[in-house]
């Protein structure tokens, strides 16, 4: 019998299929098409009240803010909100989906390490909850644009190189991301001379796909060595399970260690601001791919109808999955490369994987794609962005609808 402890918890094997959110996958896949991307809803539902609950109940005043990076999508974005969280956007572009989701603008926060003019005056029209400073440049911004005290924190770069791949790390000594240490009394200076900015606290954001939760503490620990303020904000970053043998810590575990640290460090009547993206909706999300080629040549190459359109993870982390051949649950597995359809060599969902004997027409599920895949799917070879579909009590709804070749065509300015 297949894993199933990637998938959602909902998932279940029924003979040759699998079910989610009460929804057969073969059934998906003829009605929505391959590739999709497909959600639990109640599992997204429960992740949201789990870390709620985990924060609120160590610390009544803290608040979860949805990384909208992990997930930009408003069907997304809505029920989350639905379940009490804020949203964390990065630019004018996630403060519109978040705003057009309903979220509440006082419980959004705008970061960017090169915010536009455009950016700030869409957080200050808003009227969002923090916009939070990432260099002198933010403040000068924020000087010219903003016409009464707007409340900001101070992204700090912590100095904790976290172990995660460097293109997810964003605490290091050389991180684009914040102002260093030993440069923040100056910012605080500078920002206390504005009377446009009411400086209310400190942000770190380490990194993303954390597994150690001593990383977090660090960061508390770097922020505790400056100025005390009322509001922290620690980002998000907390890692998940991708393959079989992967141990990530539970929210409770991750909240446990962050909060003991903040009240150590820095006294317990703060408020507490977390941003988790990926571990928020990474397991509640699955991609559902049809074989369209199997071929052996040196190595067995599976190709999907997908790929880097829909999933640059291996790409550009490296990020390994552990895909299943949907009702080839006891076939003795082969040894493959599961790639996709686009015109590069790099067009690997993941190399060296077991599969159980996959053949064309196959549907291929590959769990833990709730994160980040559908932020960075493209167009690459013409591809057609997948649709996003909720399963929830058996139903399945479409919160995003496939595109269409017309879409391709649609900012093409030069048409006859
Ligand atoms: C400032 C900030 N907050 C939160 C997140 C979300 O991180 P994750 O998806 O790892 O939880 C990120 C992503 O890197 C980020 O840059």
Redesign the pocket.
Known sequence: MPDLSLLPPSATVEGEDLRIGGCLMSEVAERFGTPAYVFDEQALRDRASEYRAAMTSRHPASRVCF?V??YPSVSMIRVLVAEGLGC?V?GAGELRLALAAGADPATIVM?GNAKSDQDIEAALDAGIGYI?VDGFDDIDRIERLAHRPVPVLL?VSPGVESATHAA?A?GGKQSK?GVPVEQVPAAIARMRAVPAIDLRGL?A?I????LATDQFEAAVDALASLERFEVYDF?????VRYESHDVAPSVDDYAERLVSAAHKHLGEGIEIIV??????VARAGLTLYRVLTVKRAGRLHVAVDGGMGDNLEHSLYGQRFSPLVVGRWDAEPVVADLVGRHCESGDVITPDVPLADPAIGDLVVVPATG??CFTMSNNYNGALRPPVIYCADGRARIGVRRETFDDLLAREVDLP
């Open positions: 990384a990076k992990a964390d990065v970061h939070v992204r997810l964003t991301f942000h954001h990194g993303s796909q954390i980002g998000g970053g907390l890692g941003e988790p993206g990926r571990s928020m994160a980040y």
